[in-house]
């Protein structure tokens, strides 16, 4: 399962873990309007997505980005920000689903320019999904080059996701 990686304003680093879930816009009895319309979702739980960033994949709304403000599980309708236009019944979209990451432990795996591998242990951001953290020690040490970052997390008896292996060039060490 992918993931994404970024450092915050205090030079943590921030690693969100998400599972992509696919779906379709569907016509039905509830008018689809610009912000509401059913879908052929499966998840059966109120409130499921609420909060997931929504993306277009296909038709005349494709690339445009916003949240999923409400979730029904029993219809599978679903309320997003506006995008500006109507979705069109079967127009595909992307949920990028924050998993849930309590009562879970992480790893991380970082490198510079191919060098030496350093393992260490993620901070799990309590009551945030999808949410884990790691604070190298002295960044201001890391030399010039390409980081490498791979980070997992794991419950009590499997290993559940992997954030995908990111690589990206330190220009200037933050300071």
Do not use: C
Not at 2 to 10: K, L, N, Q, S, W
């Amino acid at each position: 399962m992918p993931g994404f990686i970024e450092f915050d304003t205090d030079r943590v680093l921030q690693i969100r873990f998400i599972e992509p879930v696919l779906g379709h816009v569907l016509s039905g009895a509830t008018a689809i309007s610009a912000t509401t319309f059913l879908t052929d979702l499966t998840d059966t739980t109120d409130d499921t997505y609420n909060g997931d960033k929504f993306e277009f994949t296909g038709g005349s709304l494709q690339g445009r980005l916003t949240k999923v403000t409400d979730y029904t599980g029993a219809t599978q309708l679903i309320v997003i920000g506006s995008v500006g236009l109507t979705p069109e019944a079967g127009d595909p979209f992307k949920i990028h689903h924050l998993i849930d990451l309590s009562n879970h432990t992480g790893e991380i795996r970082w490198r510079v320019d191919g060098g030496e591998i350093f393992t260490d242990t993620l901070t799990i951001a309590v009551g945030t999904d999808g949410l884990a953290t790691y604070k190298f020690t002295d960044l201001d040490a890391l030399p010039g080059g390409t980081l490498e970052v791979e980070a997992s997390v794991s419950d009590s008896t499997q290993l559940i996701t992997t954030a995908d292996r990111l690589t990206f060039t330190v220009v200037e060490r933050m300071k």
